[in-house]
């Protein structure tokens, strides 16, 4: 008995070390994953922590026209972060680039609201190029305001910011030179002039310095370092653009200066003599502004100059000088109506009536598309109470405008129309009409029927000839 219960005992040790293998077996792969997961989780979280802060600084290092890659969880992550630590970096980009779309557009109240809202954002300096453009337009701002001393507050902002910038540093010196600083002006054109030695601008403010210092020798130099090696017309632009400054700035002796400056190197800029007949009569010098409109009249006619002597001659007793210039002027150009005719008209404001109407009469024969001229020309005939030649005048007036018509003429058959058309209607031809005027038309027009008329004579003269000539054959 006590041997069964030793061989029953041995069996159940055996079914239990086997029912404990089977469990232990089932359990043993799932048990080693999840120790193996506890036993990687440290690298995992690593690799996610090194992940997001590839993506943050991606985020920080992407420019702003590429787009950040915000895929994954990380990448929202870096997105978010980017998007809160950079805001205030968007925001004032933003308003620099509506500001200086202002500033272009003309609207510069809205340009100078922008522009200091952008500096506020931007408060690190972070887009300092855009910093500098900004002080640049708002110091010109308020330099047409006439503010120089908050003008001069942007332009040494722009220096500071960036102290190689050409254009920063020369209005700056001209800043201190408007506000009577000599000496930093000086010093600011120096270094604009080691920033580029053939600078004409800077060489210009350097030679207005010392000319308004009284450095005679100094700004005599500056002036042979202008002329020196460029044309006349380069220089007549920059001089006359600086006169343009000075008297937009009413600083009229220096734009005077300057437009006689322009003038000495090109004595053909008409736009010269314009604004300096301008600033003289300004100062109140009447016959020295007609003298130099008329010297502008001189070298070719301007409707401008016509104008402003007709105006300003009117308002004085003595024009005789005047008259006696466009006389020369009338001399000189033969061939162009318009001159005397503006003669004409000042003499009948001397009460020169006879002359004037002799003047008129050249006129109309010399440019007879001149309608003003036809006009006057009638109306004198009509106070005289010729009617008949106030109507034939009135009559070439209009005949000279239509023959000035524009109408398209067919290159091929001469026909011409009022209105642009693909195919010409006579000849059936496709792209032949050009624009030309009414009388070149006519012109072109007769041409051709001349052409077929000889040649219908040519052929009848010839058929005659042949039935002369068979005639004579003998009969077969």
């Avoid at 308003?95 to 506020?120: M, N, P, Q, V």
């Amino acid at each position: 008995m006590r041997e069964n219960m030793s061989l029953l005992a041995d069996i159940l040790t055996l079914l239990g070390a086997f029912f404990l293998g089977f469990i232990a077996g089932s359990l043993f792969p799932p048990l080693r994953r999840f120790l193996g997961g506890i036993l990687h989780a440290p690298g995992q979280l690593t690799r996610g922590a090194r992940n997001v802060g590839e993506r943050l600084r991606q985020a920080f290092k992407v420019p702003a026209e590429e787009p950040l890659d915000r895929s994954g969880f990380s990448g929202a992550l870096a997105g978010t972060v980017f998007d809160v630590m950079t805001v205030r970096v968007r925001r004032a980009e933003a308003s620099f680039r509506e500001g200086i779309a202002a500033f272009d557009k003309g609207e510069h109240d809205a340009a100078r609201r922008r522009l200091t809202e952008a500096i506020f954002w931007d408060r690190k300096q972070e887009l300092r190029p855009l910093h500098v453009l900004a002080h640049l337009r708002l110091g010109w701002l308020d330099e047409e305001k006439n503010a120089l001393s908050q003008a001069c507050e942007h332009y040494q902002k722009a220096v500071r910011l960036e102290p190689d910038n050409l254009n920063a540093t020369v209005r700056l010196g001209m800043m201190h030179f408007r506000l009577g600083q000599t000496g930093p002006a000086i010093f600011q054109f120096q270094r604009a002039l080691e920033l580029d030695p053939a600078d004409l601008d800077t060489h210009y403010c350097l030679y207005a310095i010392y000319r308004q210092a009284g450095m005679e020798r100094e700004a005599v130099e500056q002036l042979r370092i202008l002329k020196a090696g460029e044309s006349g017309a380069v220089l007549s632009n920059l001089f006359s653009r600086h006169g343009e400054d000075n008297f937009r700035l009413s600083r009229y002796a220096e734009a005077i200066d300057d437009y006689e400056l322009a003038l000495q190197v090109d004595p053909d800029d008409i736009r010269s003599y314009v604004a300096l007949g301008d600033l003289r009569h300004l100062q109140q010098e009447p016959h020295t502004a007609l003298e130099t409109w008329a010297r502008g009249l001189w070298v070719g006619y301007s409707d401008a100059l016509a104008e402003r002597v007709l105006q300003v001659a009117g308002e004085h007793e003595d024009i005789w000088p005047v008259i006696s210039l466009l006389r020369d002027c009338v001399a000189r150009h033969p061939g162009d109506g318009r001159y005397p005719f503006l003669l004409a008209r000042l003499l009948r404001t001397a009460g020169q009536e006879a002359e004037s109407a002799a003047l008129l009469k050249e006129t109309v024969r010399v440019s007879p598309q001149l309608l003003e001229a036809q006009a006057e020309l009638g109306d004198s005939y009509a106070r005289a109470g010729l009617d008949a030649m106030a109507r034939a005048t009135y009559r070439a007036g209009l005949d000279a405008a239509h023959s000035q018509q524009c109408v398209y003429s067919c290159s091929a058959c001469g026909y011409y129309t009022l209105e642009e058309q693909a195919r010409c209607f006579q000849c059936n031809r496709w792209g032949t009409l050009e624009k030309i005027t009414r009388r070149e038309a006519e012109a072109r027009a007769a041409a051709p029927r001349g052409l077929i008329e000889r040649a219908s004579a040519l052929r009848q003269s010839l058929g005659t000839a042949w039935n002369r000539i068979a005639g004579f054959l003998p009969e077969g």
